[in-house]
Nanobody, 115 residues
């Protein structure tokens, strides 16, 4: 079993920054890819950014140049540096990891961007 635990969310003012972390534990693999998704109140969960096992990244257009994903393979950690945050980025952010045909999810961490 794989467990993903997100941390680093909180309340931040518009224009501020946050760094989210995702710790993988349990039967940890070299995941095919890892990703961040988010779900805003009243909306469906949406893709934010992913990183493959080779380090290839893919960003949603809405976060390009503001967010940076990184991965520590040795420590089984995933990070999301979020800069220049906007109120519309308020959401629960979820960590996702995929291996073979199985997808794993964390419980999410709340990010609130508000003055």
């Amino acid at each position: 079993q794989v467990q993903l635990v997100e941390s680093g969310g909180g309340l931040v003012q518009p224009g501020g920054s946050l760094r989210l972390s995702c710790a993988a534990s349990g039967r940890v693999f070299r995941f095919d890819h890892m990703a961040w998704y988010r779900q805003a109140p009243g909306k469906q969960r949406e893709f934010v950014v992913s990183i493959s096992s080779s380090g290839t990244t893919n960003y949603a257009d809405s976060v390009k140049a503001r967010f940076t994903i990184s991965r520590d393979y040795a420590e089984n950690m995933l990070y999301l540096q979020m800069n220049s945050l906007k109120p519309e980025y308020t959401a629960v952010y979820y960590c996702n990891a995929a291996y073979a045909s199985t997808s794993y999810w964390g419980q999410g961490t709340q990010v609130i961007v508000s003055s």
